[in-house]
Structure formats: C-alpha cells, structure tokens
T-cell receptor, first 111, second 113 residues
Framework: GENVEQHPSTLSVQEGDSAVIKCTYSDSASNYFPWYKQELGKRPQLIID?????GEKKDQRIAVTLNKTAKHFSLHITETQPEDSAVYFC??????????FGGGTRLMVKP | KAGVTQTPRYLIKTRGQQVTLSCSPISGHRSVSWYQQTPGQGLQFLFE???????NKGNFPGRFSGRQFSNSRSEMNVSTLELGDSALYLCASSLAGSNQPQHFGDGTRLSIL
C-alpha cells in the first residue's frame, strides 16, 4: 500500500519568514495530494491540493509543488503569521477517496 | 451550507462494549470516509462509503464496520471495544467521483476505560 513520509516533524520560524514542509510517497499511481491544517482541538481543514497533472499551485501565501519523478511534494508558506501555527498534514491518494496521511508537522510561528 | 456533522462529540465506554458513531455529510456530498486519529499512529483510513456501498477499506480488524443510508448519512460501529480504540474518529465527506476534496467534521472523541 501507499506510504507517506513527512518532514520535519516540528518547525519553528520567525513571523514573516517562509516555512517549507516536505513529503514523499511510495505509490507511483498516486495522483491526488491534499494538505490539511489542524489547529489544537479542531478539525483538519483542507488548505490546498494538487493533482498529478500539475506541477505547482498557489493560493495567496500558500503554494504546493509536486515532483512526480522523485515522488515528493512540498508545502510552502510565505510571510508566516502567528495564526499559521498548527499541525500540517500531507496526504496522497491513487483512487477513490482513500487518503494516506503523513505523520504531521507542528509549525510554530514566533511573533 | 452546513458542514460535516458528527455525533456525539464525546463518548466514554468500557472494554468489551460496542459503540455507534454518526456522520451527516455536507449537503450534496455522497461519499463519506472515516478516519481514526491517535497520537501514536496519526491519521489512518478506516473505510469509505458511496451510494450505500463500502468502496474502500483500510487495514483495521473486522470489529470496525460501517454503513451508509440512502440520504448519505453514515454510521460506524466498533464492537468489543479495546483500550487501544481510544481515539478521535473523524468523518469526511466529498462529492461523487474519485479524489474529490474531503471536508472533515469535528470528530467524536472516544475514550475506553
């Protein structure tokens, strides 16, 4: 089955700096890659997703890049703000709606 | 549009009991997926239901089961509860079709004593 690894497990940045979270996946048939943000005690919230026919996608301060050859994808957050502090999860899916999640990254943005 | 609604929010059970959790998807969403979230194992896929049929199944024992009704609402059941079943159970709904964006509910926090 699919296996998704996520790094780093914790990330601390100063407000205004950029943050990058990286994930690798094992199943070359995976073709959908969402990212979720989960604040303490709250539901995972979909923040951006990318499909395998696209190499990059942006939404304001958030961008995701995908390298199918290397089987890795990354989340980039620019101009970080304290409200970006949360746990971020990457996921991969090759069919249906079965998401395999990475282990999560705890992002801390220091004011 | 109302989001995904899960009930109850909290449950306390003892070992050996069984439990049923409920999920109402976003209006118009016909696919419902269930996930278990624990500090040790992270987020793990349990199963997905679409048109009242289980479409995908994760690697969980047969004590975990589910069903979907004609109005797309879904329930999951866990029988013979074990201490290790303590977790946050999350439901996510999406539109019909493969690899549609999934939107999560607030979850049911299940504690086993």
């Amino acid at each position: 089955g699919e296996n998704v690894e996520q790094h780093p497990s914790t990330l601390s940045v100063q407000e205004g700096d950029s943050a990058v979270i990286k994930c690798t996946y094992s199943d070359s048939a995976s073709n959908y890659f969402p990212w979720y943000k989960q604040e303490l005690g709250k539901r995972p919230q979909l923040i951006i997703d990318i499909r395998s026919n696209v190499g990059e996608k942006k939404d304001q301060r958030i961008a995701v890049t995908l390298n199918k050859t290397a089987k890795h994808f990354s989340l980039h957050i620019t101009e970080t703000q304290p409200e970006d502090s949360a746990v971020y999860f990457c996921a991969a899916s090759n069919a249906g709606n079965m998401l395999t999640f990475g282990g999560g990254t705890r992002l801390m943005v220091k004011p | 549009k109302a989001g995904v609604t899960q009930t109850p929010r909290y449950l306390i059970k003892t070992r050996g009991q069984q439990v049923t959790l409920s999920c109402s998807p976003i209006s118009g969403h016909r696919s419902v997926s269930w996930y278990q979230q624990t500090p040790g194992q992270g987020l793990q896929f349990l199963f997905e239901y679409f048109s009242e049929t289980q479409r995908n199944k994760g690697n969980f024992p047969g004590r975990f089961s589910g069903r979907q009704f004609s109005n797309s609402r879904s329930e999951m059941n866990v029988s013979t509860l074990e201490l290790g079943d303590s977790a946050l159970y999350l439901c996510a709904s999406s539109l019909a079709g493969s690899n549609q964006p999934q939107h999560f509910g607030d979850g049911t926090r299940l504690s086993i004593l």
